[in-house]
């Protein structure tokens, strides 16, 4: 069970970090804006957002490989975790 644990909270923590390493930003907001329905509002962005720092999270460039190695390590500390029983 604690192997299960160990593996998966590194799963979790080095995918965050790859996250991290996609994407500049995250916007985090409630409001909708309303875009075209149909083919076309899928393509246009609307130009008009406006961001507000409380509602913008920018993690810093390093924190992306920081939490990939510690996700790694961790998965590798689940792999090499003694088996229960014999």
Not at 42 to 48: A, D, F, H, R, Y
Not at 57 to 79: I, Q
Request: hydrophobic share 45%; with cysteine.
């Amino acid at each position: 069970m604690m192997r299960a644990a160990f593996f998966g909270l590194g799963a979790f923590v080095a995918l965050t970090g790859y996250s991290f390493l996609v994407v500049d930003k995250f916007v985090m907001s409630g409001e909708h804006e309303e875009r075209a329905k149909g083919f076309r509002g899928m393509l246009t962005s609307p130009e008009t957002i406006q961001e507000r720092t409380k509602d913008v999270f920018d993690p810093p460039e390093w924190s992306a490989f920081v939490l990939m190695s510690v996700g790694c390590v961790t998965m590798l500390y689940a792999a090499a975790l003694p088996k229960h029983g014999h």
